[in-house]
């Protein structure tokens, strides 16, 4: 292997490469475009494309792409070579300023949720000049904002780079309140873990339910699933190492920070976490990880899943998504500070953040939704789907004494007000252990556990983002009124945690308790999509929205349809899977076994055989049961062409057709288990989840 060092961002024509390729005065005319965050200057264009070309076929490049995040949640490129004719019949490599900032990429196949007339298909890409271009497969892509011909977004970068604008707008309001006249920028940071599983290719090609849908849709259980917990932090297993030393190098040489990588609960599974970046860097850096990831695995001749739940039975995929605030001037303004003035201004973002997160429950979930994360959440092993926050015994003590006026016993003889008592350090390694939280604070960012493997994190920071510019807007409105800025402070403080203490929760999580307990509370709990999807019409939430500037009432529909509609299709496909497999091959391997039975004890007849005869009576009415299942899921998937609207077929999706399913699998897993593995038609779980 190369030395790391050296191949690092080898493939990013990032902050070094710039300054190398670029003159000076376009260089620093670039940098600052990066730095404030805004579009292009159209003069300096055309110095930045020819640069980035010849670095490009330097390091072997011979097309360029528009990469951008349309809302499929995948990306989308489009490649177009650099070759230009020239009148003597050769060609020359071209690529322009206009080339660089804005493409036109036949948008009509992507989702647009009614944002797009067919008449105007076009939708257009323009470069964000604060994630850097990089190359792959030998494509030099330039990550990009994608929007229609009336400027509305048609991706999922583009509200995200309005979110950062919107709460730097209102955090840089707080700091100076607090005379702060140094910082120029806050920024929202992330990092996101990623899990996965791995198996064989050979096993993933021989079931159409992980071909068509990523997930299988039966599979009786293995004897041994991961209740022994040996996989966990496990030694990697060779086949696997090699894997994960391929995708290090690949991701490096992307200039992704790569840095943790271990065995996860189930077996099978893995984590790869990467040191956090700036928000919409985090985000653009997660999709490659995940494309990477996908490719490098095939080449071990391996399959990554990133389905949130590839197998019942072991725990699902997810994505924590670490978020924290952070100045130009490198202080992490969610790091409780080391003097009073500092502690007062972190407890103030601290605030920000729980009356946020209360407030706006039902984004965050929705943020998360998609059919896949629904077998997830709430389901004994990953987050439930109601939302609270675990702040850890410490600073929830703080919290109450600060809500009672009373001393913190932790803070010895000094009375907890703020701005002017030293707050105790709170210790970063006690506040890291509820695993059961989906919003836990980690010592000095928020860990969020919602999203699912599969799912692009920019919905989820885009909300989380706006959502505390609220609470900041909020914040700063009334202190900048206030005469008596400590007592304004203090008073807002306490208002906040008496207001929002309900969404404070430090127990399990998982607990039968706590669901009863959330509802005594009064917390949303959105058990599937479908029930989420109507946080995007809530007047609130548009309102919200609609006043830091990220998404448009009609963008917000435009979501919301969008989500809807992905939904019925993903479960349309899974039941047609499911159907197909049945019929094609479930029934004729089960009927097959039983005539095989039914043979053997007719040939052994007159020796009192009872073995062939006892299986018969067990397998033959499970059989049955099956053909009723099926004719059943048949006519739910069938009536689902009878609903109307998208949100009526939803529900139907979800009721009907997914129920259907389930209880067809019930079933088809029973046959399973008493099939003899020669008939049985599909990889088993334990050689799926056991045998890499
Ligand atoms: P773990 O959660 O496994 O205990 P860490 O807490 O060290 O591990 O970090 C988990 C993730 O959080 C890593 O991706 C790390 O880079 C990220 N992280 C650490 N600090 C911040 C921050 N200030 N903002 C966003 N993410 C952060
Ligand atoms: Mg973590």
Not at 1 to 13: C, E, H, L, R, Y
Not at 316 to 343: A, C
């Amino acid at each position: 292997m190369a030395d790391t060092t050296t191949i690092f961002g080898s493939m990013v024509f990032n902050d070094a490469t710039m300054r190398e390729k670029l003159p000076k005065d376009v260089y620093k005319t670039l940098k600052k475009t990066i730095q404030i965050g805004r579009t292009l200057d159209p003069n300096i264009a055309g110095a930045v494309a020819h640069a980035m070309k010849e670095w490009a076929i330097e390091k072997g490049a011979t097309h360029f792409t528009h990469w951008f995040q349309p809302l499929t949640g995948v990306t989308a490129e489009k490649h177009d070579s650099f070759i230009s004719p020239t009148s003597d019949g050769h060609v020359i490599l071209e690529f322009s300023g206009k080339e660089l900032i804005k493409g036109e990429p036949d948008a009509s196949s992507f989702p647009s949720g009614g944002l797009r007339a067919t008449f105007e298909a076009r939708g257009y890409t323009a470069w964000d000049p604060t994630s850097y271009a990089f190359i792959k497969d030998n494509t030099l892509c330039i990550p990009c904002a994608f929007y229609s011909y009336g400027g509305e977004a048609l991706d999922k970068k583009t509200p995200l780079l309005r979110s950062m604008e919107a709460i730097n707008t209102q955090a840089l309001r707080v700091l100076r309140l607090f005379g702060n006249t140094t910082v120029r920028r806050v920024l929202t940071t992330v990092g996101a873990e990623q899990e996965y599983f791995l198996i064989d290719k050979s096993l993933f090609d021989s079931r159409k339910d992980l071909i068509y849908c990523g997930r299988t849709l039966f599979g009786a259980r293995a004897p041994k699933g991961q209740e022994m917990d040996d996989h966990y932090f496990g030694a990697i297993k060779p086949r696997v190492k090699a894997f994960m030393n391929e995708l290090n190098e690949e991701l490096w040489k992307l200039g992704i920070l790569a840095k943790t990588e271990h065995n996860e609960a189930a077996p099978a599974q893995h984590e790869l976490a990467p040191i956090y970046t700036t928000t919409n860097i985090a985000v653009d850096h997660n999709q490659i990880t995940m494309e990477v990831m996908k490719k490098i695995a095939e080449r071990h001749g391996m399959v990554c899943l990133l389905h949130e739940k590839p197998f019942a039975g072991v725990n699902g995929s997810g994505k924590h998504n670490n978020w924290s605030l952070s100045t130009d001037t490198g202080d992490n303004l969610l790091d409780p500070g080391k003097t009073p003035f500092e502690n007062a201004q972190f407890l103030l973002f601290l605030c920000a953040v729980i009356k946020a997160v209360d407030e706006y429950q039902d984004l965050l979930r929705v943020s998360v939704a998609s059919p896949g994360n629904d077998h997830r959440l709430g389901a004994h092993e990953a987050p439930p789907a109601i939302i609270s926050i675990f702040l850890g015994d410490e600073l929830e003590a703080i919290l109450d004494a600060i809500e009672n006026g009373s001393t913190y016993a932790g803070a010895e003889k000094l009375k907890m007000e703020i701005g002017v008592h030293v707050l105790p350090n709170i210790p970063k390694d006690t506040t890291d252990r509820n695993r059961t939280s989906p919003f836990a604070f980690t010592g000095n960012k928020f860990e969020f556990r919602m999203p699912g493997s599969a799912l692009s994190i920019a919905g989820p920071n885009t909300v989380l983002n706006t959502i505390v510019a609220e609470s900041l807007r909020q914040f700063a409105e009334r202190l900048e009124e206030a005469d008596d800025f400590t007592a304004a402070i203090n008073g807002l403080i306490r208002e906040t945690i008496q207001k929002h203490r309900r969404i404070i929760f430090n127990g399990d999580g998982y607990s039968a308790e706590w669901e009863a307990e959330a509802k005594r509370r009064g917390l949303l709990n959105l058990r599937s999509t479908v029930d989420a999807a109507e946080a995007f019409r809530a007047k609130k939430n548009i309102r919200l929205f609609t006043t830091h500037g990220v998404l448009t009432e009609t963008e917000l529909q435009s979501r919301y349809e969008i989500l809807l509609e992905s939904y019925n299709k993903v479960i349309n496909i899974e039941a047609l899977t499911m159907l197909d497999m049945v019929k094609k091959d479930v029934l004729p391997a089960v009927s097959g076994y039983t005539a095989e039975l039914a043979r053997n004890w007719k040939e052994k007849e007159g020796f009192g055989n009872r073995l062939e005869y006892e299986m018969l009576c067990r397998l033959t009415p499970l059989a049955d049961e099956m053909y009723i299942r099926l004719t059943r899921l048949e006519e739910a998937v069938a009536e689902s062409g009878e609903q109307g609207d998208a949100a009526n077929t939803a529900r139907h999706m979800h009721d009907a057709v997914l129920a259907a399913m389930e209880s067809l699998r019930e079933v088809l897993d029973e046959l399973e288990s008493n099939l003899s593995a020669q008939h049985w038609p599909y990889a088993s779980y334990g050689a799926m989840l056991f045998r890499i």
